[in-house]
């Protein structure tokens, strides 16, 4: 016991002597956090829209003040032809055009109806989507108040009550997504650094050759991560609390407990990655080209996963991100308990107990 | 000449032997680039939908049956009371709940106006937005065919005012994602790569010794930054040309303008990639810490590109940032010109700045490479 901890110490050590890596460590995840919570959104506002107005009378007019006026359009140019919307287009600014059929007030005077067309850029199919949308509930807000007089007959109407977000706040997505990949990645860059890197300078021999059994070497390895880890978690949900007003309507013990447990199957997952590469560039590479993009696309971070294909949705579970940013979603926006999320933990927690055997495994204790 | 020629054919040499990287490099790109390019979807469909109906007539029946049919709502589940709904929300088995109050038709035509309760689960708020629409489509659709079955002749019907809106998507009319993600993800990949791969490059020699075995060389500083740049250049060009070659064949994205332009614009970019990655690697002691910085800007670089999320929503001193981001450039770059068709003038501003930065992050590369210590 007391050669481990003499081990643990000399990594501790390891760690604190590089004070530059030690200030990228902490320091990188708050910048990213602080920068993505205020940055990234899915929400639209100030998309640059340019408006064909072949009528230019009072009802146009009146249309596309109330566009101008909402906070997600600004109107960008006028376009006098047709055929001068594809160089618009292609400049790449502006996002949509508005096309206002000729004699707007007077079809709808005469016909109780007139057109408007709606071209999007629809390169950005996202955006496109949205902002047909909301062109349209701006439209339909505007005949509402010219039917007014005229009672409707048989109305149904939803009463929609959005639960769990109910301002729609995209920082309710994205920063249990951010945190999400920082641990993942940091964790498992660290580990699979740390051991290859004693591989690579040799000194992986002389910790062979010492009475210290494998899985104390790994265990060693690790402890110093799993702390530093679980500070940088501490920060970020601090963060995410006090600047972006994240609720933790759930159990702050069980979001610690559950934190713990992803950050040890995250190192877990470095350590595999160790056993497997022979050189540190192999173990960054593995666990940068490897694990970056299948997080961030298959976690459910960005992209829902019900949408995607069902091959997609059945390798999705691999990724243990997926379980942890359910398991906290839920803890924090919905107040759910153990009782709810234990699918999930215990998930979890076979992967990390996968993770482990399989390095103790792999984890050669002789020299090639 | 000669000398870069050299240090070109060792780079080439170190790169091919090193058996457990070549996978990493040309296999592993492509197949997430396979993969992952279906993961990237906005759409939202397979919504799990569930109603509470406390009516039980031929009318409420009629409303479910739409929401059954429509090809966006799936696994409609019948919950006996709003607990058990509420409950399964939290279980993440419905997303949709919609609940029809007692006397639906009786009150509909006595008062022709009749509240419906709607909850969604609104965590990822974009998606519930999207959800919401479709909810209110088949509502109001319902309601429209409602007035001609159920109406009396005492009532007078008079026409309303209808503003018609027709959605035109350009450039994309079935609002395929792929043909957006596809050359982004590629992008993505082989930014990761040459920026990786560059970054741990100079700074390895540093760590196993032989950078001082170059040093006492009379190689020059630019000839031996510009023997490091090109082998990645190549490779990064060649996994370019061979992740379009699958986005044509596999994912059929079309490609509307010059493909010259896109190679041209790739080129220069690619240098600004591997200007950053070279710069890291002077800069940083140990590979440990050039990958710690390379990984830290790459994060940075990805999730602000406007790939997945737009730029123009971001607050304006994010959108000041993302101006120092090179993978922006390339993803309005090959959305213009692969999608669009636009042509040297149109791109002419983007093209101009890469090259600045090309310049600059090189220059800051050979700057910052000290031949003694």
Known sequence: MKRFIGFIKKEFYHIFRDRRSLFILFGMPIAQILLFGFAITNEINNVDIAILDHSKDATTKEIINRIA????FSIKQMVTHEANIASVFQKGHVKAVLNFEKDFSKNLIKDHKATVQIIADATDPNTANTISNYVNAILQQYQKELNKDITIVYQIVPETRMVYNPELKSVYMFVPGVMTIILMLVSAMMTSISITREKELGTMEILLVSPLKPFQVIIGKVFPYIFLSIINAVVIVMLSIFIFNMPVQGSLFLLALESVLFIISALALGILISTISATQQTAMMISLMGLMLPVILLSGFIFPISSMPLPLQVISNIIPAKWFIIIIKGIMLKGVGLQFVWKETLILLGMTVFFIALSVKKYKIRLE | MKIILYIIQKEFKQIFRNKGMLPIIFVLPLIQLIILSNAATFEVKNIKFGFIDNDRTSTSRALVQKFNASTYFDVSTDFPSEVLASSAMLKREVDVILEIPHYLERDLQKEKHINLGVTINAIDGAAAGVE??????????????????????????VQPINIETIPLFWYNETLNYKTFMVPGILVLLVTMITLFLSGMNIVREKEI???EQINVTPIKKNQFIIGKL??????????????????????????????????????IYILVVLGIGLFISNFTETQQQAMFIAWFFIVIFILMSGLFTPIES?????????????????VEVMRMVMLKGSGFIDIFPQLIKTLLYAFIMNGLAVWSYKKTN
């Open chain 1, 69 to 72: 006026a909402s906070k997600y």
């Open chain 2, 132 to 157: 919401n629409v479709y909810v209110t489509q088949i509502i109001q659709n319902f309601s429209k065919h409602l007035k001609v079955d159920l109406l009396q002749p005492s009532d007078k019907q």
């Open chain 2, 230 to 267: 090109f082998p990645f250049w190549v490779l990064g060009m060649t996994l370019l040309t061979i992740g379009l070659i699958i986005a044509k064949l596999i994912f059929d994205v079309p490609m509307v303008g010059s493909l010259l332009l896109m190679y041209l614009y790739t080129s």
């Open chain 2, 314 to 330: 971001m607050p304006k001193w994010a959108q000041v940032i993302t101006e120092f981001n090179p993978i922006k450039y390339f």
């Open chain 2, 209 to 211: 010794g032989t950078l």
